[in-house]
C-alpha cells in the first residue's frame, strides 16, 4: 500500500474556527490533491499540487487553501469552517501525474464535522 | 470541460445476480483515461481499472468485466455472479488530455447493495 496518511482522522469543530488537515506521504511522489466526497456528489476535487509551492485550484475551491513547502506534505486550511464544509476528505497522491502508468492512491479520509 | 455520468445511484440485486454498472463520459479530447475505482464500507478507495482512449477492447478480470464504447461514450462494468462483498459504492472517473495528469474527474457514484 502507497504511504499516505492524513490527520487528524476525525475532527469536530465550530463555525468560524480555522482548521488544517494535513496529508503525508513518504513515496516521493511529486503530485497531490485534495477531494471532498459528500452524498450525491461523489468525489470533487478542491486542490492539487504538482511540485513542492505548486499548486492549482480544482472544482470547488471557494473556502480552501492550501500549502506545499515540502514534498512529503500536503496541508488543506479551511480559513473559517462552515457547516457546508463538513464532509470527509480524501488526500491523494501520484507518481508522475500521468494516466499512462499510475493511478491515484488515497489516504484513508479525514472526517469533519462543522458545527 | 470533461464530465462523468453515473446515472444509477443505488442498485440492489441478490446474490448470484449479474449486475452491469452505469458510466458515460464527456469530453472534447481524443486522448484521455477512464477509470473505476471500488469504496466499501470501510471507506477506502480501491483502484479496479485505468484504460485509455485507444484501447477499446473489453477487459475481464475475474468476475469483474468492462465494456468500452467510445461510439456512445460509456465505459460500463459489470459483476457477474454478484457476492455479499461487492457491496460498495462504484466511481467511474474520467482524465483528459495528452499529457494524463489532469486531475481525475469522478462521477457521483453507484451504490451497490448485493443481497444475500
Known amino acids: 500500500d502507497a504511504g499516505i496518511t492524513q490527520s487528524p482522522r476525525h475532527k469536530v469543530t465550530e463555525t468560524g474556527t480555522p482548521v488544517t488537515l494535513r496529508c503525508h506521504q513518504t513515496?516521493?511522489?511529486?503530485?497531490m490533491y485534495w477531494y471532498r466526497q459528500d452524498p450525491g456528489h461523489g468525489l470533487r476535487l478542491i486542490h492539487y499540487s504538482y511540485g513542492v509551492k505548486d499548486t492549482d485550484k480544482g472544482e470547488v475551491s471557494d473556502g480552501y487553501s492550501v500549502s506545499r513547502s515540502k514534498t512529503e506534505d500536503f496541508l488543506l486550511t479551511l480559513e473559517s469552517a462552515t457547516s457546508s464544509q463538513t464532509s470527509v476528505y480524501f488526500c491523494?497522491?501520484?507518481?508522475?501525474?500521468?494516466?499512462?502508468?499510475?493511478?491515484?492512491?488515497f489516504g484513508s479520509g479525514t472526517q469533519l464535522s462543522v458545527l | 470541460a470533461q464530465k462523468v455520468t453515473q446515472a444509477q445511484t443505488e442498485i440492489s440485486v441478490v446474490e448470484k445476480e449479474d449486475v452491469t454498472l452505469d458510466c458515460v463520459y464527456e469530453t472534447r479530447d481524443t486522448t484521455y483515461y477512464l477509470f473505476w475505482y471500488k469504496q466499501p464500507p470501510s471507506g477506502e478507495l480501491v483502484f479496479l481499472i485505468r484504460r485509455n482512449s485507444f484501447d477499446e477492447q473489453n477487459e475481464i478480470s475475474g468476475r469483474y468485466s468492462w465494456n468500452f464504447q467510445k461510439s456512445t461514450s460509456s465505459f460500463n462494468f459489470t459483476i457477474t455472479a454478484s457476492q455479499v462483498v461487492d457491496s460498495a459504492v462504484y466511481f467511474c472517473?474520467?482524465?483528459?488530455?495528452?499529457?494524463?495528469?489532469?486531475?481525475?474527474?469522478f462521477g457521483k457514484g453507484t451504490r451497490l447493495s448485493v443481497i444475500a
Open positions: 491523494a497522491i501520484s507518481e508522475s501525474g500521468t494516466a499512462l502508468d499510475e493511478k491515484l492512491f
Open positions: 472517473a474520467l482524465s483528459e488530455g495528452s499529457s494524463g495528469n489532469t486531475p481525475l474527474v
Open positions: 513515496e516521493n511522489h511529486r503530485y
